[in-house]
């Protein structure tokens, strides 16, 4: 029974009413991993970054950015994913390290588009292309690069090596100093960055993680 069964009956319906929480509410879709739809938390613009609150569904203020660096894309998670065992163990295999766990989040992702889009809290229809095998302290936290589906400019490339290294080497800068806070040390570090075949199979193992987490809640919308 795959994740989006949350969305069949009683989600949907639940959904004419209410707006639905990003993570648990919004289908994921049906040709994920190869396409999906993502949840757009922040964009280059914003000097605040945002991040969803988990229980609400609404965005909150995580922190101020620090000095010029902003995220160089729009930037969010999947919904209906989650960062735990298999996608822990996962990392280790492929980096040989022992004792990796999954960050207990959602899986984050990079949408990577030629048009600035002006504000987050929307969804995107995005297809994964790579990723960067992220480990903050003896946490798995990867990060899906993909592009904008109809791009004018991305929405043909298919595997994260067709970009530009600039590109890469402006994401990658991001995501190793966005934490970085005078007075503290940064545990960050990406480890390798992967083509659009290992992404996909962290895009399932972390559904994979989000059907085991949340089987209670799958369970209960079915049994309503």
């Known amino acids: 029974m795959s994740t989006n069964s949350l969305m069949d009956p009683i989600g949907r319906l639940m959904g004419l009413r209410y707006k639905s929480h990003p993570w648990h509410g919004i289908d994921i879709g049906d040709d994920a991993p190869e396409?999906?739809?993502?949840?757009?938390?922040?964009?280059?613009?914003?000097?605040?970054?945002?991040e969803i609150d988990k229980k609400s569904g609404y965005l909150r203020i995580d922190r101020p950015q620090k000095y010029s660096n902003v995220v160089p894309t729009p930037y969010g998670f999947i919904p209906q994913t989650y960062c735990g065992e298999h996608v822990g163990n996962?990392?280790?295999?492929?980096?040989?390290?022992?004792?990796?766990?999954?960050?207990?989040?959602?899986?984050?992702?990079?949408?990577?588009?030629?048009?600035?889009?002006?504000?987050?809290?929307?969804?995107?229809?995005?297809?994964?292309?790579?990723?960067?095998?992220?480990?903050?302290?003896?946490?798995?936290?990867?990060?899906?690069?993909?592009?904008?589906?109809?791009?004018?400019?991305?929405?043909?490339?298919?595997?994260?090596?067709?970009?530009?290294?600039?590109v890469i080497q402006r994401l990658k800068h991001y995501f190793l100093t966005y934490k970085d806070m005078p007075g503290l040390s940064n545990e960050s570090e990406i480890t390798h960055i992967y083509n659009a075949e290992e992404a996909h199979e962290v895009i399932r193992l972390s559904m994979k993680d989000y059907e085991k987490r949340f089987e209670v809640l799958r369970n209960a919308l079915l049994n309503y």
């Open 90 to 166: 996962f990392c280790s295999a492929k980096t040989g390290r022992e004792n990796i766990k999954g960050d207990g989040d959602p899986l984050d992702i990079c949408v990577i588009t030629e048009k600035d889009v002006p504000h987050g809290d929307l969804l995107a229809v995005a297809i994964p292309i790579g990723g960067f095998r992220m480990i903050d302290g003896n946490h798995a936290d990867d990060k899906i690069i993909s592009v904008l589906k109809g791009d004018v400019v991305y929405g043909q490339f298919t595997d994260i090596s067709q970009l530009p290294e600039l």
């Open 35 to 50: 396409v999906l739809t993502c949840f757009i938390e922040v964009v280059p613009t914003d000097t605040i970054k945002y």
